[in-house]
């Protein structure tokens, strides 16, 4: 059975860093785009960033101060955060996406204090 599964979140001072990771284990086939959404309370879930075979792509919000980045031979993907602010704490989510459907970890809380 395929599994998304994200560590590295936290609390953590503003202007502080963290990495999260995102484990893939199982078969999941033909993916298309990896990247990392965030659900804050009372938010809907919003897309931070993603990274296909074309390149990366980031939120407004984040640029400059996040970066994505893939293992392959590890098949995880990566999350680093620099700067963080009191606005970017979420719960933060892994996705894979292929042609049948999306996948997604259960989510890392991230907690920015200020």
């Known amino acids: 059975q395929e599994h998304l599964v994200e560590s590295g979140g936290g609390l953590v001072q503003a202007g502080g860093s963290l990495r999260l990771s995102c484990a893939a284990s199982?078969?999941?086939?033909?993916?298309?785009?990896r990247g990392w959404y965030r659900q804050a309370p009372g938010k809907q879930r919003e897309l931070v960033a993603t990274?296909?075979?074309?390149?990366?792509n980031y939120a407004d919000s984040v640029k400059g101060r996040f970066s994505i980045s893939r293992d392959n031979g590890a098949n995880t993907v990566y999350l680093q955060m620099n700067n963080l602010k009191p606005e970017d704490t979420a719960v933060y989510y892994c996705?894979?996406?292929?042609?049948?459907?999306?996948?997604w970890g259960q989510g890392t809380q991230v907690t920015v204090s200020s």
């Open positions: 996705v894979h996406k292929n042609r049948l459907r999306d996948y």
């Open positions: 990274i296909t075979p074309g390149g990366t």
């Open positions: 199982g078969n999941i086939f033909s993916v298309y785009v």
